[in-house]
């Protein structure tokens, strides 16, 4: 029997990158990364998707058993409908699993990006062998999967894990939600930036590498520029980072308290520094939960995939997908956690 195929894409607001995988292995045969242009609209994106896919499947595509989609949500994994991407103009109640079947005659499954980058964790990065393990990536915003007792949670409608918008701080920061306080609105990249500069321009921390780092123009002042600053050692831009760590360790004691994982694995753009951020949301956690049961064996670790786990999360999303007597055919290292 062949070696099963399939072909994951991660779509985001400013490129569209998609592999095709072969056998049990997440390094992929064919690659691409094209721009998404997506002011140009929705079928403007959808044709570009479907070039990208055509490009990594070569003269396989009858042979891929299936296609995963990840795409910022919320989305419904059971539809195959994208309710509404932020990033994505034109992406509203759009049936993109059935849109992408009729223009590719193979099996479309689709998943938000987040959700997939912790099922690419699980199966084969920082949380391989875990069953129970929660997954956070910190970036320009908060998202998240969970995987419980061995399966990706998400929800009556698809919408659940969104652990960027679970309440952090009563009355808080306006999320770009809508609603106050949530995580995303108090820890993201964005949000450590926003505290930044608005204590900087108060006339604060007159001493802060950030005064240098930004010419001048605290107004100008980024989550990466603060993140700079706090390697090179800014007490203030350590601060800051140290705040947003203690927001996601209680946050974390809470989802602690609700799935009791073995593993929380962190990635994004913020999670790349490290210690710096690692250590307070580890102390945070310690701090915020009822028993030191929660974390005693929990690590809380680095993600190892980096900007390709939605991608492999999607080719992972075709294998939990498929129907058994296919998966049957699928090595065993790409049904369960190895
Ligand atoms: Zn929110």
Same mark, same amino acid.
């Given at each position: 029997m062949p070696a099963l195929q399939v072909i994951g894409v991660d779509v985001g607001g400013t490129s569209i990158r998609a592999a095709r995988f072969v056998g049990h292995s997440h390094i992929p045969v064919a690659k691409t990364k094209v721009p998404?242009?997506? !002011?140009?609209?929705a079928d403007a994106v959808l044709q570009r998707l479907e070039a990208a896919i055509r490009q990594v499947a070569g003269h396989e595509l009858d042979n891929v058993a299936g296609i995963g989609i990840a795409a910022?949500?919320?989305?419904?994994p059971h539809t195959g409908i994208v309710l509404n991407a932020p990033n994505l103009p034109g992406w509203q109640n759009l049936p993109l699993k059935q849109l992408m079947e009729d223009r590719l005659h193979r099996p479309v499954f689709i998943g938000n990006d987040a959700n997939l980058a912790a099922l690419g964790e699980w199966k084969f990065g920082a949380a391989r062998g875990h069953q129970d393990v929660l997954y956070l990536t910190i970036s320009t915003g908060i998202g998240g999967g969970v995987i419980t007792s061995g399966r990706l949670l998400v929800g009556a409608n698809g919408l @659940?894990? =969104?652990? @960027?918008?679970?309440? !952090?701080?009563? =009355?808080g920061a306006l999320c770009g939600c809508g609603q106050r306080g949530h995580l995303e609105a108090m820890a993201s990249g964005t949000a450590i930036a926003a505290a930044a500069r608005s204590r900087l321009q108060a006339g604060n921390e007159p001493t802060s590498k950030l005064w240098q780092l930004s010419g001048g123009d605290v107004g100008h002042v980024t989550g990466a520029m603060v993140g700079e600053a706090a390697l090179a050692g800014d007490d203030f831009a350590v601060g800051l980072i140290a705040e947003a760590g203690g927001f996601i360790g209680r946050t974390l004691a809470s989802l602690l308290h609700a799935f009791n994982s073995s593993i929380v694995v962190c990635g994004g753009g913020v999670s790349l520094l490290g210690d710096v951020i690692l250590n307070p949301i580890r102390a945070s956690v310690r701090e915020h939960v009822m028993s030191e049961a929660y974390w005693r064996d929990c690590p809380i670790v680095l993600a190892e995939l980096g900007d390709d786990a939605g991608l492999v999360g999607a080719g992972a999303l075709v294998m939990e997908s498929m129907p058994a007597e296919v998966a049957g055919a699928v090595p065993a290292a790409f049904q369960t956690a190895a």
């Open positions: 998404t242009q997506a !002011a140009k609209g910022a949500g919320p989305l419904n @659940g894990a =969104e652990v @960027g918008h679970m309440m !952090a701080v009563p =009355e």
